[in-house]
């Protein structure tokens, strides 16, 4: 059986062709391309649906301040009725929650237009130690939810400052 052999010596690798102008411009653009895919390939979760902003359901923007007798929480939820609103409180959790569902059937001279959307959203927010989850109030009025959370005087009463020395 016969061998062949090979040179192991390091060959010069065959010269480049000179790059254009315009390739030298792209290349980097072609490169960070390629990493903001690989960045969204490797997300780790997924996400909203293109459908959720078709239908206009979106997660509601929510503010929250505080006064020295209660927090409130306000949600800007257009569109809605409140009997598709659904607020409820299970341990230390508030979960605002909605579904919107709308239908047109069109039907004219010479074309019938039907579409049909529907969408939900759930919010979860933390309530403080000092909230009395049992005395919320909820009103929905104009497209905005108002949550008003009363403190509880007892957590109150039990916040106690610490000197710093």
Avoid: C, H
């Amino acid at each position: 059986m016969a061998r062949e052999l090979t040179d192991t010596k390091a060959r010069p690798a065959a010269a480049a062709a000179p790059r254009s102008f315009t390739d030298q411009l792209i290349e980097p653009l072609s490169r960070l391309r390629g990493e903001v895919d690989r960045l969204f390939d490797d997300f780790p979760f997924r996400l909203p649906s293109p459908f959720a902003a078709a239908s206009g359901i979106t997660l509601p923007a929510l503010e929250m301040t505080e006064t020295t007798k209660a927090y409130k929480i306000t949600a800007e939820i257009p569109g809605m009725d409140a009997g598709n609103l659904e607020v409820s409180v299970e341990d230390d959790m508030l979960r605002i929650a909605g579904e919107k569902k709308s239908e047109r059937d069109e039907d004219e001279k010479g074309y019938r237009i039907s579409e049909r959307s529907y969408g939900s959203f759930e919010r979860l927010v933390r309530l403080p130690a000092a909230a009395d989850a049992n005395r919320i109030k909820a009103k929905y009025r104009q497209g905005v939810l108002t949550l008003t959370i009363p403190k509880d005087g007892e957590a109150r009463d039990r916040v106690r400052r610490i000197a710093v020395e």
